[in-house]
């Protein structure tokens, strides 16, 4: 099976911009969800945004207004805007399938359970 491979992240001040992609060939297709997870220091990896197939977007209300979701379908890519990022942004950022329950939806797929991870990039935001 292929990879996902997340990139884009890095240190940031407080209300700045960060644009993180997502190629996750062979394993999210494009008739697939693409879901965008982060993970704080000590705290479980949460759901944050869903993007459809079909460009659907649904978002944590601790995004909603701030990060928008985009994806190239044609080329397996996704894309998650960040802007005025806050320090309890900070976190190492996952894409992958959207699996359980997220703004009213159900979601599950072959990939929830194979416990597969791309190695995630890492979003500072700091003064």
């Known amino acids: 099976q292929g990879q996902i491979v997340e990139s884009g992240g890095g240190l940031v001040q407080p209300g700045g911009s960060l644009r993180l992609s997502c190629t996750a060939s062979?394993?999210?297709?494009?008739?697939?969800?693409m879901g965008w997870y982060r993970q704080a220091p000590g705290k479980r990896r949460e759901l944050v945004a869903v993007i459809s197939s079909g460009g659907r977007t649904d978002y944590a209300d601790s995004v909603k207004g701030r990060f928008t979701l985009s994806r190239d379908n044609a080329n397996n890519t996704g894309y998650l805007q960040m802007n005025d990022l806050k320090p309890e942004d900070t976190a190492v950022y996952y894409c992958?399938?959207?699996?359980?329950?997220?703004?009213?939806?159900?979601?599950?797929?072959?990939?929830?359970?194979?416990?597969?991870w791309g190695q995630g990039t890492q979003v500072t935001v700091s003064s």
């Open positions: 062979g394993r999210i297709n494009r008739l697939q969800a």
């Open positions: 992958n399938a959207p699996c359980g329950y997220f703004s009213g939806r159900v979601y599950d797929s072959p990939a929830c359970a194979s416990g597969y």
